[in-house]
T-cell receptor, first 112, second 110 residues
């Protein structure tokens, strides 16, 4: 595997379900990011992790819970989501302080 | 938070035509990036511009940064179907935070 991978690519879940999104980067980066891309709004930063430590939470509701066990892996745990949370969730990585972020292909999430 | 406005929102043209899309802000950009996102994929960085008046070329794509660093344009010459995608501009807001525009969705018809 190369670059940034995300699984699953598609996910349909009910509002009472609990699911997790996974991201893995194979680029030797030490910063990782979660973004949300919905149809009606620009791509929005959700969380930033540097060396496994969360450094940014962009006022994200607590029903989204990130986890970064090491510099290569990032998870987004989902519970009690709402239909308006349906979106493309993108993971990205970069060198710490680097100007370039490398994005994964995203997980298309549908909440029913 | 700075707002980036991209225009047009949608553009559909024939193969071989030229086009220009724009990214504007009311504030000065520290630096500006252009990304292309193809269906089913994440955004891919095309270029970063930093200096006012800067022009960068990437094959048939020409990126220009306004002298006042408040606007940028992307010009594509002789568009091809492979240029189809969502073109996003983004500005660095803080050390690691990118603020994106809504994007221009470009369709090149064969």
């Amino acid at each position: 595997e190369t670059g940034v991978t995300q699984t699953p690519r598609h996910l349909v879940m009910g509002m009472t379900n609990k699911k997790s999104l996974k991201c893995e980067q194979h680029l030797g980066h030490n910063a990782m990011y979660w973004y949300k891309q919905s149809a009606k709004k620009p791509l929005e930063l959700m969380f930033v992790y540097n060396f496994k430590e969360q450094t940014e939470n962009n006022s994200v509701p607590s029903r989204f819970s990130p986890e970064c066990p090491n510099s290569s892996h990032l998870f987004l745990h989902l519970h009690t989501l709402q239909p308006e949370d349906s979106a493309l969730y993108l993971c990205a990585s970069s060198h710490l302080g680097g100007v370039e972020q490398y994005f994964g292909p995203g997980t298309r999430l549908t909440v029913t | 938070t700075q707002l980036l406005e991209q225009s047009p929102q949608f553009l559909s043209i024939q193969e071989g035509e030229n086009l220009t899309v724009y990214c504007n802000s009311s504030s000065v950009f520290s630096s500006l990036q252009w990304y292309r996102q193809e269906p089913g994929e994440g955004p891919v960085l095309l270029v970063t511009v930093v200096t006012g008046g800067e022009v960068k070329k990437l094959k048939r794509l020409t990126f220009q940064f306004g002298d006042a660093r408040k606007d940028s344009s992307l010009h594509i010459t002789a568009a091809q179907p492979g240029d189809t995608g969502l073109y996003l501009c983004a500005e660095r807001s803080g050390a690691q935070k990118l603020v994106f525009g809504q994007g221009t969705r470009l369709t090149i018809n064969p």
